[in-house]
């Protein structure tokens, strides 16, 4: 009972069943953990966008709007440019490491599908030096902070997929993880 409840949802955390009335809260005082790697909110250079579009390009396919069947196989695709990739979320390292969350311009694809990659973020991570790495999609970034005291920032991302709701934690640039997900059904 003393633990706090927010009733309403927040458009960012809303999932496939409609806005959260309760959620679980990942609760981080700057007094407590600090960010050793400096991540900030940043903008992407021509050369980094042109890397982290063409990583997205080749990790997501777009499916045919078509109606079929959830099982069946969809062969058709939809084609898209680098230009119809949007940046959604930049966060820059001192080190100059990023961590990007790209989305397809919906507007430019619109297609009623819950399978459609267009529908949620994708996060890469690279450097100037290493290309774009996919980690993950359907995940909505809440913290860069150093949680367990090792000296190195952790990424904590809040998962909203088809039944399966939860939190990521991203441990050295997500080579490792750790997740705490829940299920309706």
Same mark, same amino acid.
């Given at each position: 009972? @003393?633990?706090?409840? =927010?009733?309403?949802?927040?458009?960012?955390?809303? /999932? +496939?069943?409609?806005?959260? #009335?309760? /959620?679980?809260?990942? #609760?981080?005082?700057?007094?407590?953990?600090?960010?050793?790697?400096? +991540?900030?909110? @940043?903008?992407?250079?021509?050369?980094? @966008?042109?890397?982290?579009?063409?990583? =997205?390009? &080749? &990790?997501?396919? !777009?499916? @045919?709007?078509?109606?079929?069947? &959830?099982?069946?196989?969809?062969?058709? /695709? /939809?084609?898209?440019?680098? &230009?119809? #990739?949007?940046?959604?979320?930049?966060?820059?390292?001192?080190?100059?490491? !990023?961590?990007?969350?790209l989305v397809i311009d919906s507007l430019a694809h619109p297609c009623d599908d819950v399978r459609d990659p267009s529908r949620t973020v994708h996060w890469f991570v690279g450097t100037n030096t290493t290309a774009p790495r996919f980690i993950g999609d359907e995940m909505q970034l809440l913290e860069i902070a150093d949680f367990d005291g090792d000296g190195q920032s952790e990424w904590l991302f809040s998962v909203a997929r088809y039944n399966e709701d939860g939190f990521l934690l991203c441990i050295d640039s997500c080579r490792r993880t750790r997740t705490t997900t829940w299920h309706y059904h």
């Open positions: 009972a @003393s633990i706090p409840r =927010f009733t309403d949802g927040a458009h960012e955390f809303e /999932r +496939w069943t409609g806005p959260v #009335v309760y /959620r679980p809260l990942a #609760v981080v005082t700057r007094d407590d953990v600090r960010d050793p790697e400096g +991540w900030h909110a @940043s903008t992407l250079t021509e050369q980094e @966008s042109d890397a982290f579009a063409h990583a =997205f390009r &080749r &990790r997501v396919t !777009l499916p @045919s709007c078509e109606i079929v069947p &959830r099982d069946a196989p969809t062969t058709a /695709r /939809r084609n898209y440019t680098d &230009r119809e #990739v949007r940046t959604l979320g930049v966060y820059r390292a001192t080190s100059g490491a !990023l961590l990007v969350g």
